[in-house]
């Protein structure tokens, strides 16, 4: 039950980063967390003209490879299922829109974070 507890902990801290980085980066945060029957998209953004639906990966040591490497072929395709979902749910049709990641590190001398556009 602890470690459920700290990686959610760990998951929320990610978040909250990202979302700083990113409205830096001219996005408009427009949902966080946003939960369906078949899962839960991270943030759901607008950039640039497009809808972007970001995974955010949070870890705090490369033991286990970079976080980027958690978004695996199933996990993007689970992510293509959910943002479907959200643009029938919103009635968004023939909207433009990309999947980004936000790879967050957490080191000793603090985060290190990439955002990686069009990541799929």
Known sequence: MISWFKRRELGDQ???LAAAALKKQGYK?????????????DLIARHQGCLVFI?????????????????TAAKQRRLQRLAD???????LKEQPMRFDVVAITILDHGPDLEIIKGAF
């Open 85 to 91: 979902y959200y643009m029938k749910q919103k009635r």
């Open 14 to 16: 990610g978040e909250d």
């Open 55 to 71: 995974e955010v990966k949070t870890r705090k040591s490369l033991r286990f490879g970079r976080p980027e490497e958690g978004v």
């Open 29 to 41: 945060i427009l949902e966080r967390n946003y939960n369906t029957p078949l899962g839960e998209i």
